[in-house]
């Protein structure tokens, strides 16, 4: 029933954008905190931003702070992420991840999160 779907990855060269969405049916992202995640091949996943219920509060991975920005539209129960200045290692498979929580801060951490998108691929290269 409940469902996330990210949309927005590709080729991108360096120093190019993408804006990642992250889809919710089946509940209403107001409810929910939201982390976006990465994975590359032979590494383990790792947060790169998140979202609070309240507020909009967020976090960045020190890697990314700068460069990259995560929003809600919770009218159209979506979540962005917007991605600037993208470097090769910036390249994996990109994950958002919802809670069921309504706070004023968020987490980073994989375990906090209990609903998971199937992901979209960024590669950024020449």
């Known amino acids: 029933q409940l469902q996330l779907v990210e949309s927005g990855g590709g080729l991108v060269q360096p120093g190019g954008s993408l804006r990642l969405s992250c889809a919710a049916s089946?509940?209403?992202?107001?409810?929910?905190?939201i982390g976006w995640f990465r994975q590359a091949p032979g590494k383990e996943r790792e947060g790169v931003s998140c979202i609070s219920t309240i507020g909009g509060r967020t976090n960045y991975a020190d890697s990314v702070k700068g460069r990259f920005t995560i929003s809600r539209d919770n009218a159209k129960n979506t979540v962005y992420l917007r991605m600037n200045s993208l470097k090769a290692e910036d390249t994996a498979v990109y994950y958002c991840?919802?809670?069921?929580?309504?706070?004023?801060?968020?987490?980073?951490?994989?375990?906090?999160?209990?609903?998971w998108g199937q992901g979209t691929q960024v590669t950024v290269s020449s």
């Open positions: 991840a919802a809670v069921r929580v309504i706070s004023y801060v968020c987490s980073q951490g994989s375990s906090s999160y209990d609903y």
């Open positions: 089946g509940f209403t992202l107001d409810y929910y905190v």
